[in-house]
């Protein structure tokens, strides 16, 4: 199973694929994580990564869709009861191309685009709030998802965590123009082939996860 999570900055994209990990042993691939990862580290796409991430606009679609098809292979492993969860990734026609470049030569294709709908002037809540566990990387919220312990992780214990550089109000808008320039102008190419449900991702976030089931559960269509 292949799917891809889209929808604009704060969707829910990264809370649904931490909890398809969690409960179905799938992977998570979101190009936002491995070019943080990779800006962490200096690397030289980190390096150049970086100036763009910050003020909200999208890294050049040579190294995203190189960062994708390396960890596809270190992933497979890892994936054999699951699947893999595209998040974040593809935003550009360019990359849709890519994606199924790189799935063709492995041997696979795509059985599911999940789009999250939302209201957007509420994400602007939702991402300005958002933290996670230094530690572990556990998702939270100042408003919707605090620790059940005060300053505790639910799931490793540690007592630090952080806030991305580029969760502020005027990036965040910036990131959502981005969406709706270069990413939303993507659906057609997944609708003609039958691949594109659409999710109420202002709903609870149990509610979004028991749709999401219910489409990975339902009969797959042939792409
Ligand atoms: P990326 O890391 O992908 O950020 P994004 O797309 O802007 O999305 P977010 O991670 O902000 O939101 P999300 O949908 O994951 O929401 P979350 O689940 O955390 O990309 C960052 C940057 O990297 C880009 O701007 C770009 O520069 C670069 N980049 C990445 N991929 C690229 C690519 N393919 N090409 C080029 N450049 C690329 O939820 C948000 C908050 O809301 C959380 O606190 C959560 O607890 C809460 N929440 C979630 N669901 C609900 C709910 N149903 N109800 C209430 N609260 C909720
Ligand atoms: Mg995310």
């Known amino acids: 199973m292949n799917i891809i999570l889209l929808g604009p900055p704060g969707a829910g994209k990264g809370t649904q694929a931490e909890k398809l990990v969690a409960e179905r042993g799938m992977i998570q691939l979101s190009t936002g994580d491995m070019l943080r990862a990779a800006v962490k580290a200096g690397t030289p796409a980190g390096l150049q990564a970086k100036a763009i991430m910050d003020k909200g606009g999208l890294v050049s679609d040579a190294i995203v869709s190189a960062l994708i098809g390396e960890r596809l292979d270190e992933t497979k492993s890892k994936e054999g ?128 996860s028991k749709e999401i089931a219910a489409i990975l559960d339902s009969e797959t269509v042939a792409s």
């Open 81 to 208: 009861r699951g699947g893999a969860i595209f998040d974040g990734y593809p935003r550009t026609q360019a990359q849709a191309e890519a994606l199924d470049f790189i799935l063709a030569e492995r041997g696979r294709k795509l059985d599911h685009v999940i789009e999250l709908v939302v209201d957007e002037e509420a994400l602007v809540e939702r991402v300005v709030g958002r933290f996670s566990c230094a530690n572990c990387g556990a998702g939270y919220h100042d408003t919707f998802k605090m620790p059940k312990v005060a300053d505790t992780c639910d799931v490793c214990g540690h007592h630090e965590f952080k806030r991305r550089p580029d969760d502020n109000e005027e990036t965040v808008r910036t990131r959502m123009e981005e969406y709706h320039a270069k990413t939303a102008p993507i659906l057609p190419y997944y609708e003609e082939r039958g691949l594109v449900k659409r999710v109420d991702g202002m709903a609870e976030m149990a509610a979004v």
